[in-house]
């Protein structure tokens, strides 16, 4: 992984900004070596010894007084954009990983996030730290624009203490590189704890209701005073370390300065140095010892940011981590208040027989799905049935793309054609699918539904294939009421049927349904699979009802993770 290539990409995704802030901080830094030559020419011209220049004192006064006001003002220019730029380099890489995230197969998909608390830190954390590496290119860019000036303006003065101002930035560049290792693994063990923290506390709110009525509130609080201890821990390490190798880079700076003035102390008392020599010294010290400094803070946030790459690394399924420098355009500078955006869908391909083989999804375990293969037709209805544990959802997960954590193997074919990336092909309008556990969003009825841009004509359709159209007609706002977070305003059965209308929003090919009827009587499950055939659609379902054994055209069974099939009856 090369840290360097990789920052280069985020700050040139929006080069104006960056570059204008960039010169806008380097004519910052650089200012004070003409400011400090500006007030040596001054003392000159009070002791008559202007060197060709004619000016009297209050001439140069005011040359002193304008280079200051070019230096706020390009401080002032330079914040602006710099500021425009960290906010577009963060969100270019959070819009990357995001991309991943969502992403249903292709060459973006990444993999799924471990929990919220993984999240927070992957979203917030590693991309400050990246920024805060470019704004340590920034500093130090700055700080050998001066040194480097100050340096020819030093040399034609004294040139061993100019010669000298070297030392301390090879001393600080040594200590830092023994520190290496001990920066990246500090880095990442608080990345790790902060994780933690923030997991723990989102289940905790998220089941705040399970939590009271179990009385758990003590034994969840002591973990999570646990993770906080490991985290205070961690987080105390690393931040001694960062403040270490400042200080240790301070210190190096002002060896140096010392020995600058040490060169020079001999030129002082002999009086080889003037007045105006002695203010031009005096003038550059605070500023030498800049560079030092801001490179041993560059190179401990190197090693940070490299820790942040590898970290979200992780998320875009990428270990050199050039996905998450992917060129993107971002309309972060738009007025409008909510972009609504076309998803691109892939065409639609209708489908006459799916035929599956040798379909496996294997865990580490040994456990999972062996050799399944089964064939669906256009416009049939096949239950899939089993015990807890027998592999069904697993099943669908690895047909559709989506076992992440299985090795996958087999065919998949749509009307005879290899399937190559199930994850990619297997959305709507091809298929849907609505796992186990439907996912609401604390939102309307018609964004939960839609979840993009659908006529109404098709909303209300939905609605009523998944049984649920009489519900929503009587709710206050009708298809805009607002469910709450994660549908709190609904029942089960309602949030399942809701979640059932938008899989059927688009009227995909082949819906896929694990376990419907988990949270739906048996009159409502009826009248589903009834809506469902009479809209032709083919239907493959988990279900361990006899009304869905009764309208199947085929029941596959699992056992164990092994598929037997029956076509036309239900299982004993």
Not at 124 to 142: K, N, P, Q, Y
Not at 177 to 188: F, H, P, Q, S, T
Not at 408 to 413: H, P, T
Request: glycine share 10%.
């Amino acid at each position: 992984m090369n840290v360097w290539s990789l920052a280069r990409k985020v700050a040139m995704h929006e080069p104006r900004s960056f570059i204008l802030g960039w010169i806008g901080f380097i004519i910052f830094f650089c200012m004070p070596a003409l400011s400090g030559w500006v007030l040596a020419r001054s003392y000159d011209a009070i002791e008559n010894r202007s060197p060709g220049f004619g000016w009297g004192v209050g001439q140069w006064v005011l040359f002193y007084l304008g280079s200051e006001f070019v230096r706020m003002a390009a401080l002032h220019a330079g914040v602006i954009e710099w500021t425009k730029s960290w906010v577009h380099m963060e969100s270019f890489l959070r819009v990357n990983m995001l991309t991943a995230q969502l992403s249903s197969g292709g060459p973006e998909a990444g993999q799924p996030v471990g929990s919220a608390g993984e999240a927070v830190t992957h979203f917030r954390d590693d991309t400050h730290d990246v920024a805060m590496f470019l704004d340590g290119v920034i500093d130090v860019s700055g700080g050998l624009a001066f040194t480097a000036v100050a340096g020819f303006v030093l040399g034609a003065t004294n040139a061993p203490a100019a010669a000298i101002l070297v030392l301390p930035l090879v001393v600080v560049a040594a200590g830092t590189r023994v520190l290496d290792g001990r920066i990246k693994a500090y880095r990442r063990a608080d990345r790790a704890a902060a994780a933690s923290v923030s997991g723990l506390v989102g289940d905790i709110m998220a089941g705040a209701t399970t939590i009271k009525v179990n009385d758990a509130a003590d034994s969840l609080l002591g973990r999570l005073a646990g993770l906080v201890r490991h985290r205070s821990h961690t987080a105390v390490r690393d931040n001694v370390l960062d403040e270490g190798v400042q200080a240790f880079s301070k210190g190096a700076a002002d060896v140096g300065l010392g020995l600058v003035l040490l060169v020079s102390a001999g030129a002082i008392a002999s009086g080889a140095f003037g007045v105006a020599q002695l203010a031009l010294f005096t003038a550059y010290l605070g500023w030498l010892s800049f560079l030092p400094r801001m490179i041993g803070r560059l190179l401990a946030r190197r090693k940070q940011a490299g820790v942040a790459f590898e970290r979200m690394g992780l998320l875009v399924a990428d270990q050199l981590a050039q996905n998450t420098v992917t060129p993107r355009q971002l309309p972060i500078e738009s007025r409008q208040h909510r972009a609504v955006l076309d998803p691109k869908r892939p065409d639609r391909q209708p489908l006459d027989r799916l035929e599956v083989s040798n379909l496996s999804a294997r865990y580490g375990n040994g456990a999972g799905l062996h050799a399944a293969s089964f064939v669906i037709e256009r416009g049939s209805f096949t239950v899939l049935s089993g015990p807890v544990g027998a592999g069904k959802s697993t099943l669908l997960r690895a047909l559709l793309g989506l076992a992440w954590q299985a090795e996958v193997a087999g065919e998949i074919r749509w009307n005879g054609e290899l399937v190559e990336d199930p994850a990619a092909f297997f959305v709507p309008p091809n298929a849907a699918f609505l796992s186990q556990v439907p996912q609401l969003v604390s939102d309307s009825v018609a964004e939960n539904v839609s979840l993009g841009p659908v006529d109404d004509d098709a909303l209300q359709t939905a609605l009523a294939h998944a049984a649920i159209g009489a519900d929503i007609a009587a709710l206050p706002d009708g298809v805009d009421t607002l469910i709450g977070p994660r549908g709190l305003r609904l029942s089960g059965g309602q949030r399942q049927r809701l979640a059932t209308a938008r899989a059927l929003v688009h009227r995909p090919e082949l819906v896929v349904l694990d376990d419907l009827s988990s949270a739906l009587d048996v009159e409502t499950e009826l009248a589903l699979w009834t809506n469902l055939a009479s809209a032709g659609m083919t239907v493959l379902a988990v279900s361990h009802r006899a009304v869905a054994f009764e309208r199947a055209d085929q029941v596959l069974r699992l056992d164990d993770g092994v598929l037997s099939v029956a076509v036309g009856v239900a299982p004993a």
